[in-house]
């Protein structure tokens, strides 16, 4: 694990660590951004209604009562194991969070080359759910337009 | 130089167990996992095909690779240093020396292209050209006035807009040879320097961004209007000094896609809006896709397929398995 924060050093693994109760959510886009809210900025950007899950992995996480879609970033090039956001892996550890999932959306730069939204590419073969979009850092106005239109007919 | 040295003001043991920003931490190890030399990469192979390119093809490359040593030498001697006094917390001082230091590697990086492919005239010949291009001194000149100045955000910004929009008329061509099945294993060193740049950039970018939320709403327009005159004084030398490169092949035109979709890139990493267009950010797919196999737009499921869309069912997976 390359992305470990110094906040969880001396406790246990928060990603497979207890299941403390987290906030209910019945969004329909859920979504990690880190600090630097790049990913925030996008979802923001979409006007609709969404739940961002804690940026500290020792949080709680969400629980999604409802289908969602999940937008989740990929940053700096890390190949395989650490791709996902730990918060992420921490969040789709439940059950009920992870059959919930319907697609994913990934962010991204392409100037990670091979890596470019790997942590999408992950999850949606893990939960075997498609991958329906990538967007480079914060994403264009083109970008926001083309997914406020496609998660619309996605859930109709 | 002319100038007073600027250094840090007060220095303290640095405590990595005490950290104020996540960021530099991750930021740290991502740059430490992704470390890398020159010497691991095969460049030899790359020396039957540089023998296929014609004398013109052989100049442009040579020519590209010095203008992007001289803007790497400029971020590892003044620019990277120059951001340490102004930085918010200890450890991104210590970010910033590692910045440097990989700054120098690119720096040489090119030069063992050079001494792999071509010989001490060439190299010297395309060195001299570096030093005599006006559109490509001017560009190192800019940028490195603004590192001298005394605004650390202004810094920021012009660090940024080097690190994720000026190397760029110059990473089009090796992505551009690697498209073509030419120089490849020199293709595969340049993007271990992309994929380090885009840290960098994402990085500066962040701090930039950390350093405007005390700001006033007077300054952020102050910062916002000159980001952007910088741009395109920035973009108006870039746009030269691509015609003075790529006139010859006739590859301009498609340089310069690639310039206004990489510039919209920085200016998403300082936290502003992308200002081209998609109309003329259209780079040659050959190019994306030589730069990120998942770039294709094939993976727009949205456009793709639209309600021919058969939902994805999630296996039962036990928790165990969630270690990724």
Redesign the interface.
């Known amino acids: 694990m390359t992305t470990l924060a110094v906040d969880d050093r001396p406790t246990t693994d928060p990603a497979t660590a207890g299941t403390a109760e987290g906030a209910v959510t019945d969004a329909a886009l859920i979504y990690f951004s880190s600090v630097s809210d790049n990913t925030h900025r996008f979802v923001e950007k979409l006007g609709v209604r969404a739940a961002r899950m804690p940026v500290l992995t020792k949080e709680p996480t969400l629980r999604a009562t409802r289908p969602y879609v999940l937008v989740l970033p990929t940053y700096g090039g890390i190949t395989g194991k650490g791709a996902v956001p730990r918060q992420v892996v921490k969040f789709l550890n439940n059950e009920q969070n992870r059959s919930l999932l319907r697609g994913v959306i990934g962010a991204g730069n392409t100037n990670f080359g091979e890596t470019y939204c790997l942590a999408a590419d992950i999850v949606a073969a893990k939960c075997h759910v498609p991958v329906l979009y990538r967007f480079e850092v914060m994403g264009t106005s083109e970008d926001v337009a083309r997914v406020t239109t496609g998660l619309e007919e996605f859930w109709t | 130089m002319s100038e007073k040295l600027k250094l840090v003001d007060q220095v303290q043991a640095i405590n ?2 005490r ?1 104020q ?3 530099d ?3 740290w ?2 740059l430490v ?2 470390f890398w030399l020159p010497e691991k990469v095969p460049l030899s192979n790359d020396v039957q095909s540089w023998a296929t390119l014609t004398p013109e093809e052989q100049q442009l490359t040579m020519r590209v690779f010095t203008g992007l040593t001289l803007l790497d030498t400029v971020q590892a001697t003044v620019g990277a240093v120059s951001l340490i006094p102004d930085a918010l917390t200890p450890h991104e001082e210590a970010v910033l020396t590692n910045i440097a230091f990989m700054e120098s590697v690119h720096a040489k990086s090119y030069s063992s292209i050079f001494s792999t492919l071509a010989s001490t005239k060439e190299i010297d010949e395309a060195f001299r050209w570096s030093t005599e291009n006006v559109n490509l001194q001017k560009k190192a000149h800019i940028v490195t006035d603004y590192y001298r100045g005394d605004d650390p955000l202004k810094r920021k910004v012009a660090s940024t807009l080097l690190e994720s929009f000026l190397f760029y008329s110059g990473f089009y061509l090796p992505m551009y040879w690697s498209s073509r099945a030419k120089l490849t294993n020199t293709a595969d060193l340049v ?1 271990l320097i ?2 380090d ?3 960098h950039g ?1 990085y500066i970018g ?1 701090k930039f ?1 950390r350093g405007l939320e005390s700001a006033t709403p007077e300054r952020r327009q102050e910062l916002k209007d000159y980001t952007f005159e910088l741009l395109f004084e920035l973009y108006e030398n870039e746009v030269q000094y691509t015609h003075d490169l790529y006139d010859s092949v006739g590859l301009a035109e498609d340089v310069k896609k690639f310039l206004h979709y990489n510039a ?2 920085a200016l ?2 300082l ?1 502003y ?2 200002m081209f267009p ?1 109309s003329v950010t259209d780079v040659n797919p050959a190019i ?1 896709s030589a ?5 294709d737009e094939n ?5 793709g397929s ?2 021919s ?1 058969v ?5 039962n ?1 036990e ?1 165990e ?4």
């Not at chain 2, 993976?299 to 456009?303: A, I, V």
């Not at chain 2, 939902?311 to 296996?315: D, L, Q, R, S």
């Not at chain 2, 398995?321 to 990724?324: L, S, T, Y």
């Open positions: 990595w167990n950290i920003d996540d960021k931490v991750d930021v190890n991502r996992n992704n993007r992309i994929r740049e885009a840290v994402y962040y961004q919209n890139k998403m990493n936290g809006e992308a998609s994306l730069l990120s196999p998942n770039a993976h727009d499921f949205f456009s639209g309600s869309y939902i994805g069912k999630a296996v997976t928790d398995d969630w270690d990724f």
